[in-house]
């Protein structure tokens, strides 16, 4: 199985990194962004298996990117990715993601990439 994903954070070296971490655990990153704009507009075209998207970004985060990927996909699988303390609580409120504390935990990563395919591949058998 081959799983797609997207991946958008305001902060290129960032957004490099994850796609590294990703390429390394045999996901294919199909899609890159800097806002969550970008992450709507992406999902909406590329049809990604998983998103990883950061929180906080300018003008347009990672929350509005969630809603307007939920309006086209209300299944879509969206991983947050941050550093801020502050937001746990609506995070707490985004159904069905995932968070992901930076910087990013190799292992952790792992574990989630495992769960996901798992999850597929029974939903696809």
């Known amino acids: 199985m081959n799983v797609k994903a997207l991946v958008i954070d305001d902060n290129k070296d ?9 390429q390394f655990c045999n996901i ?19 049809r990604p298996d998983i998103v990883f998207m950061n ?10 990117g969630l809603e307007k990927i939920r ?12 550093a801020s303390d502050g937001v746990e609580e609506r995070l707490a409120s985004c159904k069905d993601s995932h968070i992901l504390t930076k910087p990013i935990d190799l292992n952790k990563l792992q574990i ?14």
């Open 14 to 22: 960032v957004r490099e990194v994850v796609v590294e971490l990703l």
């Open 28 to 46: 294919e990153v199909i899609g890159t962004g800097s806002n969550g704009k970008d992450a709507a507009e992406l999902y909406r075209s590329l």
């Open 55 to 64: 929180v906080l970004m300018p003008e347009y985060d990672g929350f509005y």
């Open 71 to 82: 309006e086209c996909d209300p299944t879509a699988l969206v991983v947050f990715m941050t």
């Open 112 to 125: 989630l990439i495992e769960r996901f395919c798992i999850k597929q591949c029974q939903q696809v058998s």
